[in-house]
């Protein structure tokens, strides 16, 4: 658990409610690690994240579900959040467009990425647990 008593907490929890991209690392089965820039919504417990059906991500998790988020450090190499964690590919989850916090997050690029609401959630449906394990802060 992410501890927002302490100020490096609690600046880490700002910045995953706020920052718009984390980078998800996942291992290929050749043992290759593999990140790529995902939009997510931080609850303070988990990460909530949408995909495209059929990415080399999901297969990674579906072999190894071990993942790493992390998040730009600023421009000085400081205020580094890094969590080691699992993830799960959840089905049944309502689509982005039910999420207000991530519609809300995220509208802009949605249409800026040449979506409207319902084709992004038809074409990002599936959607990612990813559950801290251990924090890496500083």
């Not at 984390?22 to 931080?42: L, N």
């Not at 809300?104 to 394990?133: M, N, Q, W």
């Amino acid at each position: 658990m992410l501890d927002t008593t302490t100020d490096t907490g609690a600046r880490a929890d700002r910045r995953l409610r706020e920052e718009r991209i984390a980078w998800q690392t996942t291992v290929r089965s050749d043992g290759q690690p593999q990140s790529e820039p995902v939009w997510f919504t931080w609850d303070g417990e988990g990460f909530q994240i949408y995909s495209q059906p059929d990415r080399q991500k999901l297969k990674n998790i579906g072999r190894n579900p071990r993942v790493r988020l992390h998040l730009s450090s600023n421009d000085r190499g400081g205020d580094v959040v890094r969590v080691e964690c699992t993830a799960e590919i959840r089905d049944g989850s309502p689509p982005a467009t039910e999420i207000p916090e991530y519609f809300e997050k995220y509208r802009e690029g949605i249409a800026r990425i040449g979506f409207d609401p319902e084709g992004f959630a038809r074409s990002y449906s599936v959607v990612l647990r990813v559950t801290p394990e251990r924090w890496q802060l500083w």
